[in-house]
Antibody
């Protein structure tokens, strides 16, 4: 079955750029699903960041849109997240997830295990 | 943006008891609604989608229902592995949003 794995630096300096990659295994990223990023600050709830279709179409959360770029790399079966001008408020566990087309909409399933990114000097 | 308000924040119950979790949407989202379970140190897991359909492999003790903008997740008889945090989520209007979570803890 499809599995996702996040990778990238666990520490980013304030005002820097957070860069993460999500590698998809057990299935093709070109399979017709949206591929998403969701984050969770320590001890808090979930926030959807944005998503990308295999064609390259994107959909971002307006609260982060000015700082977010999500790209897809079909040849390597992965997609990526870049978040610029980070502050301590961006410290969170970052999850990648497939938005599975089932029923009437697309639902987050499965999720990667998550990776903690800390913004600190 | 659709705001999802979950209640209660914490539910203290014993194994075998029935759990009823609520989520209210700030506007109509139809049935474009899901529930996720998250255990400590783990990623969320999809339980219910389209407001009332169980995801693959989810036990029958989990059920979802809705009326208007009010959504309910019911766990008919709590098993030890069900003590976790539960999140609701809507996929009617972008940005997709989550509730703040309900923690089901052992009494």
């Amino acid at each position: 079955q499809v599995q996702l794995q996040e990778s990238g630096p666990g520490l980013v300096k304030p005002s820097g750029t957070l860069s993460l990659t999500c590698t998809v295994s057990g299935g093709s990223i070109s399979s017709g699903n949206w591929w998403s990023w969701v984050r969770q600050p320590p001890g808090k709830g979930l926030e959807w960041i944005g998503e990308i279709y295999h064609s390259g179409s994107t959909n971002y959360n307006p609260s982060l849109k000015s700082r977010v770029t999500i790209l897809v790399d079909k040849s390597n079966n992965h997609f990526s997240l870049k978040l610029t001008s980070v502050t301590a408020a961006d410290t969170a566990v970052y999850y990648c997830a497939r938005a599975l087309a089932v029923g009437s909409r697309d639902w987050f399933d499965p999720w990667g295990q998550g990776t903690l990114v800390t913004v600190s000097s | 943006e659709v705001v999802l308000t979950q209640s209660p924040a914490t539910l203290s119950l014993s194994p075998g008891e029935r759990a009823t979790l609520s989520c209210r949407a700030s506007q109509i989202v139809s049935s474009y609604f899901a529930w996720y379970q998250q255990k400590p140190g783990q990623a969320p897991r999809l339980l219910i989608y389209d407001a009332s359909k169980r995801a693959t492999g989810i036990p029958a003790r989990f059920s979802g229902s809705w009326s208007g903008t009010d959504f309910t997740l019911t766990i008919s008889s709590l098993e030890p592995e069900d003590f976790a945090v539960y999140y609701c989520q809507q996929r009617s209007n972008s940005p997709w949003t989550f509730g703040q979570g309900t923690k089901v803890e052992i009494k």
